[in-house]
């Protein structure tokens, strides 16, 4: 496969987030199991209490986004201020959270929920920090946006003060006490106490307004939050980009990643979440597309993949727990699809050529318990192999890793990209490393030039 691009989805990339060491597991032996059939981890326990307000400006804290606020988040700041009402925030909002509340918005969006999911997640971030990403413990352990603790099973520290690590675990949480989108509806204060276990629990529905307001204001906000600059290397083991930085799209765009015109070399095209359309491009360098279309609904997770074995890459979408692929060319204004059931609807796309056969077929991964669930022939339901690489909430990506034809995964956490370079079919773990950009960077993964090895790169 060409790549996943993942934004903090994941998506080859062929899709779209350091430690010292991966908890990785062996490939499950025997029948091949269902995807439900993976290991479930602990709901974590209770998040700390609200930072108290007279020491949310003396505790440090750190950026949410890579180069801080922008003069688009002061806008939006500007404009949601005369309604704000809250008592932990109010007018007192200002671009450093509303830069905040954007990473949990987009980071949501990427998963493809729905907006409520971002506004609850806001109201949180709002009660227990006042939207500040705190990098010092006040109370017991308690860190980052959500003042989730490492001892209860939250993450490890440097992953709470990473915005997007910590949005993903507070969602997987809501997710997992609120199954079937029965978070969709009921007291939104009452799903955020049922999520933190606060010992303050009425706090959380006085934020509720003040957090509509902002999300609301994010949510389908085209406007430019900046352009998506790539960096990208041909070497597997630099942590430095050997090409020329280049600009393409704009945030909340996410990027992708593929061989569209099939001359062996993958080039970054984008996706937008807020409409479904994709920008696809054989020269990104140029910063035009060749290719415009809509493909699913607003909010569908991306993927690229060559369905058909002639060397071309394709896109397609998640949407729940199915898989959409357009078969139809990306250079074709006709659009023919086929699709898949395929995973639980909380897992991430995934699509490689597992078996060297040169097509793609679709997979999944599971953030709640960094979990693979690999398949050859999806249309089963059932993975002919499972096995976990990295830790939960990890951002999770494919590519062949040395040349045979065969795809791989890999996972990134905090900075560093992780490259299992061991086969999919093989219960021997092996791993290749390297640091490459800045935490909340994203991901992107492919072959640049040619030589049929992939290899990272980022967008910020």
Same mark, same amino acid.
């Given at each position: ?299 569908? $997770?991306?993927? *690229? !993949? &060559?369905?058909?074995?002639? %060397? @071309?890459?394709?896109?397609?979408? /998640?949407?729940?727990? #199915? +898989? =959409? ?69 990890? $951002?999770?990506? *494919? !590519? &062949?890793?040395?040349?045979? %034809? @065969?795809?791989?995964?890999?996972? /990134?956490?905090?900075? #560093? +990209? =992780? ?42």
């Amino acid at each position: 496969m060409k790549t996943p691009a993942s934004s903090r989805l994941h998506v080859r990339v062929r899709p779209l987030i350091a430690l010292a060491a991966l908890a990785g597991g062996l490939l499950v032996a025997g029948a091949p199991p269902a995807l439900a059939a993976g290991p479930t981890p602990p709901v974590p326990g209770p998040a700390g209490p609200p930072v108290p307000a007279e020491l949310a400006a003396a505790i440090p804290y750190a950026a949410c986004v890579p180069g801080g606020e922008t003069a688009a988040d002061g806008a939006v700041a500007n404009q949601v201020r005369p309604s704000m009402n809250g008592p932990r925030m109010g007018r007192s909002v200002n671009a450093y959270n509303v830069s905040c509340a954007r990473v949990i918005s987009r980071t949501v969006k990427g998963r493809g929920l729905d907006k409520r999911a971002a506004v609850i997640a806001v109201t949180t971030a709002i009660t227990e920090s006042t939207l500040h990403n705190y990098t010092t413990a006040v109370d017991h352990d308690s860190l980052g946006l959500f003042q989730q603790r490492p001892s209860q099973g939250w993450g490890t520290p440097a992953q709470l003060v990473d915005p997007v690590y910590a949005t993903n675990a507070f969602i997987n949480a809501m997710l997992r006490k609120y199954p079937n989108n029965s978070w969709m509806s009921g007291d939104i204060g009452a799903i955020c106490q049922r999520v933190q276990v606060s010992a303050v629990p009425d706090a959380y529905g006085r934020e509720v307004h003040d957090a509509q307001l902002l999300v609301d204001a994010l949510w389908n906000n085209t406007g430019d939050y900046g352009v998506l600059d790539f960096y990208l290397t041909d070497d597997q083991g630099s942590g430095a980009s050997t090409r020329p930085v280049f600009a393409y799209g704009n945030s909340p765009m996410v990027p992708i990643t593929g061989d569209w015109d099939g001359d062996g070399k993958d080039t970054v095209s984008t996706f937008d979440p807020t409409t479904g359309q994709f920008y696809i491009s054989d020269n990104p360098v140029s910063g035009a597309a060749q290719y415009t279309f809509r493909y699913g609904d607003p909010g569908g $997770v991306p993927f *690229v !993949g &060559d369905w058909d074995g002639d %060397g @071309k890459d394709n896109v397609g979408v /998640r949407m729940g727990n #199915r +898989f =959409y692929m357009r078969t139809s060319p990306v250079t074709s204004a006709t659009e023919t699809t086929v699709s898949v059931a395929y995973g639980d609807s909380p897992m991430l796309p995934l699509a490689g050529d597992w078996d060297g056969d040169g097509k793609d077929t679709v997979s999944a991964y599971d953030p709640r318990s960094g979990w693979f669930y690999i398949s050859n022939d999806p249309s089963t339901g059932a993975a002919q192999y499972s096995f976990r690489y990295g830790d939960p909430n990890a $951002v999770a990506f *494919v !590519g &062949d890793w040395d040349g045979d %034809g @065969k795809d791989g995964v890999g996972v /990134r956490m905090g900075n #560093r +990209f =992780y490259l299992r370079t061991s086969p999919v079919t093989s219960g021997t773990e092996t791993t290749h490393s390297v640091a490459y950009g800045d935490t909340p960077d994203l991901p992107v993964i492919g072959d640049w030039d040619g030589d049929g090895k992939d290899s990272q790169g980022i967008a910020r």
